[in-house]
């Protein structure tokens, strides 16, 4: 009897985790609403040996930048913001240094001109929302706002969410919790910003060969001292910080629920955005980066453009990745959506490996979006 996709999986998730090329991994695959794989192996803690399971929390990185995207994509459904409003007209500090037309449209597509974290940022101050946001009401542009796109690793924090905070009302992390980890069932599973009592749940990340960073005199969007990042997320503090481009500490149900919850139809009842915010949210944007190449980019989340060609396809496949290989990803037209979880961060090809055995299953051609 042939193996379902389910059973595929896990077995790929074995093989990946017993021969040393991965250390703990979660997968989860959403299909018309329904959770089609959730898989998992491995260690969560290499040096305690405790295993991952369903429930293991994993550092996401970037992947957190999904979820803040829907919530400024909500605010504007609601008639609370407008993608090609300035910024500064809900958060008037912000208008200083020639800060005064960016649009919350500009931070979205990280064309804002702001990608550098201030040099003298350290720890204590990354986990201050109020003066985190204060530093970023001084900065002056680094290039003229929507000339081109540079990503904004960490400052896309207070940029996006801080104007949806302000006509809104509540913290980042409440709305969060109430606006989509409430609502789709994983409040236990979903955060930026940790309480104390799931630090027992965090997988513990790993990098046998971090990056060099970037000189320390030298503008970055993640400065040298904050680096290595995968010792950045085991630090108690910065798990308990609430950094939405970055922070999200989630496990790869949640991951791929919240993207399954964008598609039409949603899942268990709950679609976040309706079908036309969908579009609107998920159009390319036409914007090259500083060498001049087409950056594959909608409102929040990234694109791919693979399937461009496609007939009648209006809504591109989206998602968002991190640092280290976490991600988020779902396909409208074929009503799937994936979460995808590690805590070893190496040079593998473990992505291309799971998207192809999805691919496979579906019969289409997701490994190219892997790449991207």
């Not at 200083?96 to 702001?114: E, M, V």
């Not at 990042?229 to 910065?238: G, S």
Request: proline share 8%; net charge negative.
């Amino acid at each position: 009897m042939n193996s379902t996709p389910s059973e595929q999986m896990q077995s790929l998730l074995d093989e990946l985790t017993s021969d040393g090329t991965e250390r703990g991994l979660q997968v989860a695959v959403y299909r018309d609403g329904q959770l089609w794989i959730d898989a998992w192996a491995g260690v969560a803690d290499y040096a305690s040996g405790r295993p991952v399971d369903g429930d293991t929390l994993f550092p996401v990185f970037s992947v957190t930048k999904g979820p803040a995207a829907t919530l400024a994509h909500l605010a504007v459904d609601r008639g609370l913001l407008d993608y090609d409003q300035p910024i500064a007209g809900v958060w008037p500090e912000f208008a200083a240094n020639g800060k005064a037309g960016i649009t919350l449209r500009q931070a979205l597509n990280h064309s804002a001109g702001l990608p550098h974290l201030p040099p003298h940022i350290d720890f204590s101050e990354l986990g201050d929302w109020d003066a985190m946001c204060a530093e970023m009401a001084k900065l002056a542009p680094a290039f003229p706002p929507g000339s081109r796109l540079e990503y904004h690793a960490i400052t896309y924090s207070w940029l996006v969410s801080e104007p949806v905070r302000r006509v809104d009302g509540r913290s980042f992390q409440q709305m969060l919790q109430e606006e989509i980890a409430g609502p789709l069932g994983v409040k236990s599973d979903m955060f930026v910003g940790i309480p104390d009592e799931v630090e027992s749940r965090v997988a513990v990340l790993e990098e046998p060969d971090p990056p060099v960073p970037t000189a320390a005199d030298q503008p970055a969007s993640v400065p040298a001292r904050l680096c290595p990042l995968h010792a950045f997320m085991n630090r108690p503090d910065m798990r308990r910080g609430c950094l939405p481009a970055s922070s999200g500490i989630m496990t790869a149900r949640a991951v791929a629920k919240h993207y399954a919850s964008l598609l039409p139809g949603g899942v268990d009842g709950v679609q976040l955005l309706s079908d036309e915010r969908l579009r609107l949210a998920t159009a390319p944007q036409h914007l090259l980066n500083a060498q001049g190449e087409p950056a594959p980019w909608a409102l929040g989340y990234q694109i791919y453009e693979c399937y461009a060609l496609e007939p009648g396809r209006e809504v591109l496949p989206f998602g968002h990745g991190g640092y280290g290989g976490s991600a988020g990803f779902a396909d409208p037209t074929r009503g799937i959506a994936v979460g995808f979880t590690k805590n070893l961060f190496n040079k593998q090809e473990t992505m291309a490996r799971i998207w192809k055995l999805i691919a496979d299953a579906y019969r289409v051609d997701l490994l190219s979006v892997a790449g991207r």
